[in-house]
């Protein structure tokens, strides 16, 4: 803050009305540059909010809330505004440069190696939500420092189901505050190693059951090529990741995984156990697109059409149910 | 071979009228001294063929084939009769101990560490299949040295439809012979170290697919915790492993899941892409019991109420199809 007034900006307007979002997601918008087996990107468009929400749109009316730099080129979220993304939430910093993250995949590419990390503006930013987004009834907080994650919390209406990620350098440097966000949110959403870590235990489907005893109503955990495993109140449901030959670059997997899954929920409006099963289901088929290209290339080009298809096919590569 | 007379006996008559059993197993049968988180056990019976073959029999009509040695205790094949799997192809080495194999599993025991290994018997042997053995329409080869499977197909009859496992002791020293193998059988099963091993290649999908150029007809990729993938020629099937609470005891698991999948197809009689995919639900539900206690403890006391509840739960954690 300098002097008194505001260093954000919000460049974009509320759209008409400002009507909710029925799903509001608070997370990154980066640079991104990326190097895989398959080739190298620089500074292409990246951060869990831009994956998450472009993924959620083919489902219901997003809301993207998070921080840009002074370097930050408005016109890369055009095509997020072309399909009725409410960036009002997106708030432009005129201080500091946009966060900034350089990673290399190897071999099986299950993990990245980050070899760069500038939080730059992400450093300092404590999201403010619009009115508007407050009264979302679904929300989901990204990857961040989980006191962010909890003053997001704070903002929100009584009744929206919330639902966040974290990774392990929280679960080891903030045990604590991220506890307490745990506590207050319907869902969390972590790999393997994390479940693994938080639980305290080497089995993960015991894991998947002690981070449920933390009040959360259902636990996801990711497992790259393995698909994911999620727990809830009623029991576990599993699937396999669907079987992409050409992986390209594994970057945002996790986040378009959890934009279709809460994207699924938020367009059911409820988030039963047969709710729950079929956000499964689509968080699997949006993350297998996002593998297919660099950033979000293939996410850019993605319509209905190939979506339902996906859908065949990911049912055709499952077992039958009887 | 003392004296020209075989020191090999057959301790167990064939059945009445010899009929031809559906489905053959060669393989090991031993002692195995276990340990894992959950508790230990010394000398209690194991080998892939006795896995197999008491999963197996849930489905169809088996044939055990194997080398006990000298100082093996015949009761502990009682059961296995009891059940009606036709043991005259068991052959007893009247010089040399049988096969045992001392191994511990850590942490998530998704590997096991082999402490001790004495082949003994096993060491020596070369099956010869009873006649009726070699009119069985399914065959199963378990891991062994590629040229013993390859002796083994020798004496089939030309319509049998055979898989075989491997390790990746044989991929690397034996890699000849073991291709000739590979190009024999119908079938492959390997885990997800092997494939890559195999194929070349760090993508278990690349992987899978470079195997079944080849000649198989598919290959299935176990990949323990995560489940199984099955390649075949009209495409590929996933499924997650079953979710079990507590594994004590990961031994035998990928041959029970072998034996519930050979089984299946060899009680449907064909091995199309459908009876392929419901023989991927099998193994699975197979192997998650083998996990349930040590050695063949839980196998034992397994009955049919057991198995059908057990497909019920698997397709409970299943994303349902539509």
């Known amino acids: 803050m300098s002097s008194g007034t505001s260093r954000y900006e919000s460049p974009f307007g509320a759209p008409e009305g400002a009507v909710p979002p029925r799903l509001v997601v608070v997370g990154s918008i ?6 895989t087996p398959h080739g190298k990107r620089e500074r292409v468009l990246g951060g869990a909010a831009c994956y998450f929400s472009w993924i959620a749109s083919f489902y219901t009316r997003v809301g993207l809330s998070g921080v840009i730099g002074r370097d930050f080129e408005l016109e890369l979220l055009s095509p997020f505004r072309e399909r009725g993304i409410d960036l009002s939430g997106v708030q432009s910093d005129t ?13 099986d590419m299950n993990s990245a190696q980050t070899l760069e990390t500038r939080l730059n503006a992400l450093g300092v930013y404590e999201p403010t939500l619009p009115a508007h987004y407050r009264k979302a009834p679904f929300v989901f907080l990204a990857n961040t420092h989980p006191a962010v994650q909890n003053a ?12 966040c990620d ?13 506890r307490r966000v745990l506590e207050r949110v319907d869902g969390f959403f972590c790999n393997d190693a994390e479940a693994r870590s938080l639980a305290g235990t080497t089995n993960l489907i015991h894991a998947g059951r002690k981070l449920l005893e933390l009040g959360l109503k259902f636990a996801v955990v990711k497992k790259g090529e ?11 449901f599993g699937i396999p990741a669907f079987p992409t030959k ?20 938020a367009a059911a409006g409820e988030a039963g156990a047969e709710q729950l099963r079929a956000a499964l289901f689509e968080g699997t088929v949006m993350a297998s697109f996002t593998v297919e290209g660099f950033g979000l290339e293939r996410l850019f080009a993605l319509d209905e059409g190939s979506v339902a298809e996906r859908r065949r096919q990911l049912r055709d590569f499952l077992p039958k149910a009887d």
């Open 30 to 35: 980066a640079y991104d540059s990326i190097e």
């Open 246 to 265: 050409d992986v390209k670059d594994p970057t945002g997997a996790g986040d378009s995984f959890a934009g279709g899954f809460m994207g699924a929920l």
């Open 226 to 236: 393995h698909g994911a495993l999620l727990f809830h109140r009623e029991g576990v």
């Open 152 to 163: 997001v919390l704070d903002q929100l209406d009584e009744g929206a189901f919330s639902c």
């Open 166 to 178: 974290s990774m392990n350098f929280w679960i080891e440097n903030e045990p604590d505050e991220l």
């Open 95 to 107: 201080e500091n440069d946009s966060f900034f993250w350089r990673g290399r995949y190897e071999g």
